[in-house]
């Protein structure tokens, strides 16, 4: 069975400071991969979206990055978080286009002090 | 644009009452519409999708076209079904790709 893996659950960082975030899928090849943000009264934002290897689409301008290195592992990155990069990072994958079902993550809850 | 609204933020019923959980969308094409659920301590996870017409957990979603709306209904609330609720809208990106949009959610508390 599929399953999705994301770390650290938990993150305090200072403002300035770089930030990884990674997510993995085992159990499925060549899935879609996502990057969402869920704030309160805001519902979940669309980061990143991406098809393959190397293939990322920005859904956004932010401070934020992704890569994906490898098909099944997906990383959000920033090389200076700001205070509005807090929240709650949840990684999502689905099969073949995004009309199919998205499963998420654990999700990570980042504070940035 | 896609958009999805989901005007309540906090929607309390009392146990055995009927709920409505309201979604609007904006799409010029043909959309596919979803209900996702988180409770508490558990990850978000699929309720829902319009295109299977089928009841989970005795809830109902029909599509109406005319009025863009994607209501999830259940005729009698549980203690339960109190969680956040998420419409959701898939449709064509410009990059020729399907994207799929949220809205803000709902709070269901449904009142022992």
Known sequence: ???????????????????????????TSNPNLYWYRQAAGRGLQLLFYSVGIGQISSEVPQNLSASRPQDRQFILSSKKLLLSDSGFYLCAWSLGSSTDTQYFGPGTRLTVL | AQRVTQPEKLLSVFKGAPVEL?????????????????????????????????SIKGFTADLNKGETSFHLKKPFAQEEDSAMYYCALSGQHSGGYQKVTFGIGTKLQVIP
């Open chain 1, 1 to 27: 069975s599929q399953t999705i893996h994301q770390w650290p659950a938990t993150l305090v960082q200072p403002v300035g400071s770089p930030l990884s975030l990674e997510c993995t899928v085992e159990g």
């Open chain 2, 22 to 54: 309201k979604c609007n969308y904006s799409y010029s094409g043909s959309p596919e519409l979803f209900w996702y659920v988180q409770y508490s301590r558990q990850r978000l996870q699929l309720l829902l999708r319009h295109i299977s017409r089928e």
